[in-house]
T-cell receptor
Framework: DAGITQSPRHKVTETGTPVTLRCHQT?????MYWYRQDPGHGLRLIHY???????DKGEVSDGYSVSRSKTEDFLLTLESATSSQTSVYFC??????????????FGPGTRLTVT | DAKTTQPPSMDCAEGRAANLPCNHS???????VYWYRQIHSQGPQYIIH???NNETNEMASLIITEDRKSSTLILPHATLRDTAVYYC???????????????FGSGTQLTVLP
């Protein structure tokens, strides 16, 4: 399972509050990703990281920020949560640095509900 | 990226081979075919990928037609735990991080029946 954990696994929060989700990996992979999954939309990339302090935006980055101060941790922050950010959030890592393939391994997900 | 077409659902008897088709008629020469699956409430799981040759690993086999316009994922002896949504994805291989994002379509809901 590539040693990926996510925390918390479930969270309910109120509109307007900040929320931080954590992705932790134990195998020193360079590339890490945050996706969200919603019915009818499949998985959509929010942000990704290609190294410590190196991050970039994905398809649906508005309202989200990320940080990666250590190789093993990739944090996703919702600065001011909105109901449209209710979703299941998946972290993923890519195990093929320097190669060109899409073997990504996903964490168990965080179910976030914004009320 | 080439678009893929998969049937929305399929059933398979436990112990039998599950053959999941994918049509990618607009695939270009440098695009790979990837298969992932997602068991209910879990993160997607990588299964296999290929370019033009048939591939096999401990989970499945991937058969790509000679013209590369379609492929079939084969689970040789399906079990109840193989019940999941299976996604066929076609992408150009690249070292660029952003281009490594995966775009999942609707996939095929495979139900393995006892």
């Amino acid at each position: 399972d590539a040693g990926i954990t996510q925390s918390p696994r479930h969270k309910v929060t109120e509109t307007g509050t900040p929320v931080t989700l954590r992705c932790h990996q134990t195998e020193n992979h360079r590339y890490m990703y945050w996706y969200r999954q919603d019915p009818g939309h499949g998985l959509r990339l929010i942000h990704y990281s290609y190294g410590v302090k190196d991050t970039d935006k994905g398809e649906v980055s508005d309202g989200y920020s990320v940080s990666r101060s250590k190789t093993e941790d990739f944090l996703l922050t919702l600065e001011s949560a909105t109901s449209s950010q209710t979703s299941v959030y998946f972290c993923a890592i890519s195990t093929t640095p320097g190669q060109r393939h899409y073997e990504q391994y996903f964490g168990p997900g965080t179910r976030l509900t914004v009320t | 990226d080439a678009k893929t077409t998969q049937p929305p659902s399929m059933d398979c008897a436990e112990g039998r081979a599950a053959n999941l088709p994918c049509n990618h008629s607009t695939i270009s020469g440098n695009e790979y075919v990837y298969w992932y699956r997602q068991i209910h409430s879990q993160g997607p799981q990588y299964i296999i990928h290929g370019l033009k040759n048939n591939e096999t690993n401990e989970m499945a086999s991937l058969i790509i037609t000679e013209d590369r316009k379609s492929s079939t994922l084969i689970l040789p002896h399906a079990t109840l735990r193989d019940t999941a949504v299976y996604y066929c994805i076609v992408r150009v291989a690249t070292t660029s991080g952003s281009a490594r994002q995966l775009t999942f379509g609707s996939g095929t809901q495979l139900t393995v029946l006892p």
